[in-house]
């Protein structure tokens, strides 16, 4: 390998530099969300402890803090005094937005932000800054967790090489930024791997399909003799306001689970492009709705964006920035909506939980194996409080009642 580097350099003499790793005092920020695993984290910091290994440094100090803005601005605070001349900050959730806890945690310890997200995949979600002017600091995607090579490792060996490093670098890196096909990539996800075996040649999907699964089946009993899903909302049915703003998403296809006056309820959605199911056992509780949608989905989903038919606040926005979230190579495969730190609703459930998912019985749905699953869990933040609100009683219905939907 050396000797053909050699000849490259000789052959194209001016276009290739060769450049020598530098020595660097790393420090690293985990941040930690209520039932974050000590185990994730130690694993996270040990990978990348062996990725700066790897490239001549060393990971010099780690600060772990709560996942939000001030916690990062302290454990940053603390690292600078510590001699850290690289600050990495490995986030609890998914940076899809300026306005998340990663750069805002930045920006309140007295940095700027760079850049926000890179064309490179996996390693889209990256962040890059500053801090005290020139201390580099980078706000790592999940993928940063695994030693496949990923965008990450494009960023920090130029950091790590003394190259400079701007937002238009980062966007040159869009060229070839597709790592699904290189060495390294393929021995991380070798379980998907299809086709012929004895081509070796792994086949991965371009994006994941994620499917929409709208609960339409309860019977609305603190409502009395209304059917609160069949409520005016800006002049139309709530339920098909609801299924409407799920169709302008980005959901591969969209299922619609009737059960109480499904016949009414269905016929307030004619026109819609959606697959209307029936469950007949709608009274056992929102498990059987759940597991009748589940069960009827396509083979070949890889994951279900559960929404609610009585949530008129949610927007096709929120929608897809729950899908956006959604990465099982960057290990983010439940999907959760926040609104000033409470979590909300839809969920986004990776095809994993399925069988889970089945196995539910009761009025629950697939909430409570939330905890189980703190280790794949990506809260997304929301910039809107809809997520949070639904109708469950008659006030609500008539506050909401003909009204125009605004966010309050």
Sequence with gaps: MVEQA???LKTFAGLIQLVPFQSKAVGLVQTQLAGTRVKLLDRA??????????????????SRCAHDPAGIADSLQQLLTAGCDLLLIAGASATTDRRDVLPMGIES?????????????PGNLLVMGRCHGDVPVLGLPGCARSPAINGLDFVLQRL???????????????GGGLLKGVPGFRSYRTDVEQGDPAS???????????????????????????????LSVSGKPMVRQVVEQVLASQADSVSVVLGHEAELVGKSLAGLDVHLLENQSYREGLSSTLRAGIKALPNDVDGVLVCLADMPWVNSSDLNRLIAGYSELDGRLVCVPTWQGKRGNPVLWGKRFFDEIMALRGDQGARKLIERHN??????????????????????????????????
């Design 6 to 8: 050699e000849a490259l």
């Design 45 to 62: 910091r040990n990978t990348l402890r062996a990725r700066l290994e790897s490239c001549g440094s060393r990971l010099h100090s780690e």
């Design 109 to 121: 310890a007295g940095g700027v932000v760079e850049r926000l997200g890179m064309p490179v995949d």
């Design 160 to 174: 790590l090489a003394g190259l400079p490093l701007s937002a238009e670098e980062i966007g040159r890196m869009g």
């Design 200 to 230: 070796k040649e792994p086949v991965y999907p371009a994006a994941p399909r994620i499917a929409a699964l709208v609960l339409a089946a309860g019977s609305s009993d603190r409502m009395g003799e209304q059917n609160k899903l069949l």
């Design 375 to 408: 280790d794949v869990l990506c809260e997304v933040p929301m910039s809107q409080s809809g997520v949070l609100r639904d109708i469950d009683n008659q006030e609500e219905a008539r506050l909401l009642a003909d009204s125009v939907l605004k966010d309050g």
